[in-house]
């Protein structure tokens, strides 16, 4: 399995839908509680050493390109060593956005 595939695995626990896409440079991936869409996670795709990626709430933005997420001034930037560390922030970071 790999590392995406292993993410959106674990964060299905957190969510009742998780829909992801390869974009360009980036996995985009929306996250769904009551079957509405919540948010969107831009996830960098060259996962190797350390996790990068930016969470946005829906209602802040419609865009659905990484790249326009990335450069978008809402939304929080999570960088973190393994998957539970990611997860881990990007609950905190929900919390706050």
Do not use: W
Request: proline share 1%; net charge positive.
């Amino acid at each position: 399995m790999n590392l995406i595939s292993e993410l959106v695995n674990r964060l299905n626990k957190f969510f009742n839908k998780v829909l992801y896409e390869k974009q360009i440079e980036h996995y985009m991936i929306a996250l769904f509680r009551n079957d509405k869409l919540e948010y969107t996670l831009c996830i960098d795709k060259n996962i190797d050493e350390y996790f990068y990626g930016k969470i946005v709430s829906i209602n802040k933005t419609s865009l659905i390109d990484c790249l326009e997420i990335l450069y978008n001034p809402y939304g929080l930037f999570i960088f973190a060593r393994n998957i539970d560390e990611f997860i881990d922030k990007l609950m905190k970071k929900i919390k706050k956005i």
